[in-house]
């Protein structure tokens, strides 16, 4: 395995690559979170670079990572921590903004202007977002609005990912990882050993109940969605939410009742054979016996932590689909 971590001075007109010590861990999230890059390096008389440096790591030629450092820390031993984000690290900027007429491609392009982001292939929504409000909000929060609302509305999940330095948008279906007969797949033989659980305690809901204040007619109009065989299973377990100008009430909550109304399970990989294809929002073939319940389907990454360590390469992987949730 070959791995290549180039660090560049303030400046950028020098490029180092440095010792590391005790390995590297990429970690990606699919939603409301960064990529970041965490590595130790040994502090010499040549190594010279500071918060901001940009960091590049390539693994068997393989674009991994491209972002920048944020955080160091050391000890008396020299040795330093580096921990490094890429450029989705600024959309934790927080802003009012206030957009009509655009689909949420068109509103993280806009964005990414504003916040002189670099922008890659970026797949069109289609939904067109009728008008919106965002106030003292994150970006990351915008664009999870943005895209829930297409996905509430026409039935289809976008990943955005930074793509070694480049912003990207994805529909789900493309994210599989590999193609035809040659999907990659986790199974017994690939993962050292998973941690699986099942629940009604968080993100199940068998009753879900919308409100919109109508200025208009003065009146609070109501949406329900409900499933009367879940909660006599369960009891009430109520989702409750208010609803912005232009939402369609019904088809959100029976969209929502649809998503929500079922035993949640979670299911974590530990330890599988590394593949540098894979990243939060990939999609991987799972095919395991988990002991009340077989799975062999596409499941949908919503976390992975790579470790290069020497001539080794794991990943941890935290998955959903179905039932499953992160």
Request: with cysteine; net charge negative; charged share 25%.
């Amino acid at each position: 395995m070959n791995v290549e971590l180039l660090v560049a001075n303030e400046s950028g007109s020098k490029v180092y690559q440095p010792a590391v010590e005790e390995g590297i861990e990429w970690t990606t999230q699919r939603a409301g979170t960064p990529g970041k890059l965490t590595f130790k390096v040994l502090k010499d008389d040549i190594l010279d670079f500071t918060e901001g440096s940009a960091v590049r790591l390539k693994v068997d030629g393989d674009e991994v990572f491209y972002g920048f450092v944020f955080t160091k820390s050391r000890q008396k031993d020299q040795i330093i921590t580096v921990t490094a984000y890429d450029q989705l690290r600024y959309l934790n900027n927080k802003d009012t903004k206030v957009y009509e007429g655009k689909t949420a491609t068109q509103f993280i392009q806009m964005l990414a202007a504003d916040y002189r982001l670099n922008v890659g292939d970026m797949e069109d929504t289609g939904y067109v977002i009728a008008s919106r409000v965002e106030e003292n909000s994150s970006l990351f929060d915008m664009i999870g609005n943005a895209l829930d609302l297409t996905l509430t509305n026409t039935g289809n999940m976008f990943v955005l990912f930074d793509n070694f330095g480049k912003l990207t948008l994805k529909s789900l279906d493309k994210m599989r990882v590999g193609e035809g007969d040659n999907y990659l797949m986790i199974d017994e033989e690939t993962g050292e050993n998973f941690d699986y659980k099942s629940s009604i305690d968080s993100q199940t809901y068998n009753k879900v109940k919308l409100t919109y204040d109508n200025e208009k007619t003065g009146t609070r109009e109501v949406y329900i969605a409900q499933s009367g065989e879940n909660m006599n299973k369960w009891g009430i377990l109520q989702y409750f939410d208010t609803l912005q100008k232009g939402e369609n009430g019904q088809a959100k909550a029976d969209a929502l009742l649809k998503l929500y109304n079922k035993k949640t399970r979670n299911l974590k990989i530990q330890n599988a054979f590394g593949d540098n294809r894979v990243r939060a929002g990939s999609l991987i073939v799972v095919n395991l016996a988990l002991g009340d319940m077989s799975v062999k389907n596409f499941m949908l990454v919503e976390k992975c932590i790579h470790t290069y360590k020497e001539s080794e390469h794991w990943m941890t992987l935290t998955l959903r689909g179905g039932e499953f949730v992160a």
